[in-house]
């Protein structure tokens, strides 16, 4: 029980910080995130997700580059 729980508190910071670095390359990129595309980085848990939009972030001109699906 103690193993899970400490795998989900590790799981969650990887995919927080996950987050974090893809705002700041979004931010270095010049693009400007709205509230809601900012909500929904910062609750995304979905590790494979994040790592699709910061690969499309190195490159983007737009916002909706990266975060359509």
Do not use: P
Request: aromatic residues 6%; hydrophobic residues 40%.
């Amino acid at each position: 029980m103690y193993a899970t729980i400490r795998e989900q508190l590790i799981a969650e910071g990887q995919t927080k910080g996950m987050a974090s670095m893809l705002e700041q390359l979004i931010d270095m990129r010049g693009l400007s995130l709205t509230h809601e595309l900012r909500e929904r980085l910062a609750g995304c848990q979905d590790e494979n997700l994040l790592l699709r939009w910061f690969e499309r972030a190195v490159t983007a001109t737009s916002l909706t580059e990266i975060f359509d699906d």
